[in-house]
């Protein structure tokens, strides 16, 4: 198999990213090892409230936390939604597949939620 040309950003998929029937993402080794970090540190962030509910910590320090929690995912689809657009999207348009504008409208309202 061939290697892959990087795209200008580290979050891009390569051309397979559209293939009828094929739905992966090819990130960058540097990308998907960022995302991890932030999940790790998320997956910490929980596993701290779950101690602050058991040992009976004030409910606003807790919801403090929570929001904290809620922030941070909020950037990991940030940065998943940027390089979805600027690779996926991009190339599925240019390939006439439009009917991916509505699948990104979709996605977008999911996040906002």
Do not use: W
Request: glycine share 8%; with cysteine.
């Amino acid at each position: 198999m061939a290697p892959k040309e990087e795209k200008q950003s580290s979050a891009a998929c390569d051309s397979s990213c559209h293939a009828p029937g094929e739905r992966k993402s090819h990130h960058s080794e540097e990308f998907k090892n960022g995302l991890a970090t932030r999940l790790n540190r998320i997956e910490g962030q929980i596993r701290g409230i779950k101690g602050m509910i058991e040992r009976d910590t004030y409910c606003d320090d807790v919801l403090n936390q929570l929001a904290a929690v809620q922030a941070a995912l909020g950037g990991v689809g940030k940065l998943l939604l940027e390089g979805h657009m600027r690779s996926c999207i991009v190339e599925r348009i240019e390939a006439g597949e439009h009917e991916v504008i509505d699948e990104l409208l979709i996605t977008v309202n999911k996040l906002m939620k």
